[in-house]
């Protein structure tokens, strides 16, 4: 596996408390990636980043920020934690956005409740 | 927005039985890629394909991107209990946009 690694693997919350996710790889890979599964809908983009402090929205970017000021290091960050964001929530890297090498590896994942 | 639309959502089968799972895009695909994603684990990467109506076999799966781009299939021969999980398209150039993945489940 690659060498990514996610904290925390599992967290509870309370509705409107702040949260952050990280993610860190030893891979030096410039792409980086945060998902949310959920039963019925896959996998669903939040925000990914194409390099240090260079970042964009996803398809589900709404209720979170992301922060990556070392290359390894990508943050996901709930600003006021809600029931709906309860989630299982993936890290992925990948070497490059598009073309050969754009296959992406995934961390071990979060599990966030939100009560 | 870009969609990718896969089926079945579910799939049950006996061990040694042929299973495919199928994904539809709306919009003409630069590639799709295919994942698998093992009961309680995370997606694992499996293929790519890039040129249309291209087939890529992996022992007894056999991955096909339909000549428009716009499809892909995933066969999987003879089912065994390790082919347990779920199955993952995503396709696009820069963002990937994942289908909806198929679940697979193998009776001994």
């Known amino acids: 596996d690659a060498g990514i690694t996610q904290s925390p693997r599992h967290k509870v919350t309370e509705t409107g408390t702040p949260v952050t996710l990280r993610c860190h790889q030893t891979?030096?890979?410039?792409?980086m990636y945060w998902y949310r599964q959920d039963p019925g809908h896959g996998l669903r983009l939040i925000h990914y980043?194409?390099?240090?402090?260079?970042?964009d929205k996803g398809e589900v970017s709404d209720g979170y920020s992301v922060s990556r000021s070392k290359t390894e290091d990508f943050l996901l960050t709930l600003e006021s934690a809600t029931s709906s964001q309860t989630s299982v929530y993936f890290c992925a890297i990948s070497e490059s956005g598009r073309g050969r090498y754009n296959e992406q590896f995934f961390g071990p994942g979060t599990r966030l409740t939100v009560l | 927005g870009q969609q990718v639309m896969q089926i079945p959502q579910y799939q049950h089968v006996q061990e040694g039985e042929d299973f495919t799972t199928y994904c539809n895009s709306s919009?003409?695909?630069?590639?799709i890629q295919w994942y698998k994603q093992r009961p309680g684990g995370h997606p694992v990467f499996l293929i790519q394909?890039?040129?249309?109506?291209e087939v890529k076999k992996q022992k007894r799966l056999t991955f096909q991107f339909g000549e428009a781009k716009k499809n892909s299939s995933l066969h999987i021969t003879a089912t065994q209990t390790t082919d347990v999980g779920t199955y993952f398209c995503a396709g696009g150039g820069g963002k990937l946009i994942f289908g909806q993945g198929t679940e697979l489940s193998v009776k001994p």
């Open positions: 891979e030096n890979h410039r792409y």
């Open positions: 980043s194409y390099g240090v402090k260079d970042t």
């Open positions: 919009t003409t695909l630069s590639n």
């Open positions: 394909l890039v040129k249309s109506g």
